[in-house]
């Protein structure tokens, strides 16, 4: 394709639609000092975004640059989902330079992963699964950014070593957010010590509740303790 990135854009526009816009923009909390203020909506579902995306996976990073920089919402959804599937193929190929670069290229643009769908669908796939065998210290500076996705990016990428049967690195980071002003990150924390009790040791998730639960928002509390029992969630709830 000559000029795919038009072409993808066109057929982007095929799904769209005004009442689902209008929806959407709700939703993400797009008003006036919410979260998502100021985001734009084509009102596309994320079903019809997937098809796009496995419509021009191959498209290079530079038009990839252009997308993820776009007003529309689904336009950078597009252009997140498409470096997801690049980073998958590099993985198959064990291709480590490849997987390098996108890692760096995704990080280069998280003013632009900027809502809590974009951050929840790439962190752990991207960035987790590159830090899986490394060094992760990049997560503790992104734990402390003032840029509340970056703050998103460092606790969901743990997702990843939860998959791999590791918690410290959740707690870790939990850790440090323990103070966030942020619901959207005691979701986020509490999310993530959930699946730890779920996947990898219960008993590590009562032990981390009991050394930190009089500093943990009661969001993170109730996320964390979700799947516990109901005598073990009102006695954690108690303590707070």
């Known amino acids: 394709m000559s000029n795919d990135l038009t072409k993808l854009r066109e057929d982007l526009l095929e799904y ?21 203020e100021g985001d734009k909506f084509l009102g596309v579902v ?59 290229f995704y990080l280069a643009h998280t003013k632009n992963i900027n809502n809590w769908d974009l951050v929840d669908l790439s962190a752990p796939r991207i960035v987790g699964d590159f830090l899986l065998k490394r060094n992760r210290n990049l997560l503790l500076k992104l734990a402390k950014s003032k840029n509340l996705w970056e703050r998103r990016i460092a606790i969901i990428s743990t997702f990843q070593f939860i998959y791999n049967g590791e918690f410290e690195w959740t707690f870790k980071i939990a850790k440090i957010l323990l ?30 509740l009991k050394e930190n639960i009089k500093n943990m928002p009661r969001t993170m509390i109730r996320y964390a303790i979700e799947r516990l029992s109901e005598t073990k969630r009102k006695y954690y709830l108690n303590l707070k």
């Open 16 to 36: 769209a639609s005004n009442e689902k816009a209008i929806i959407l923009s709700r939703f993400f909390k797009t008003g006036v000092g919410q979260y998502g």
């Open 46 to 104: 994320v079903p019809d975004s997937r098809k796009i995306v496995k419509k021009y996976s191959t498209i290079s990073l530079s038009k990839i640059d252009k997308l993820i920089k776009s007003e529309f919402h689904e336009e950078r959804l597009v252009a997140i989902l498409i470096l997801v599937e690049k980073y998958k193929v590099a993985s198959a190929k064990a291709s480590a330079d490849q997987r390098k670069e996108i890692c760096e």
């Open 179 to 208: 103070n966030d002003k942020h619901d959207l990150i005691h979701k986020a924390c509490g999310w993530m010590l959930r699946e730890v009790g779920k996947r990898v040791t219960e008993a590590e998730l009562e032990r981390f």
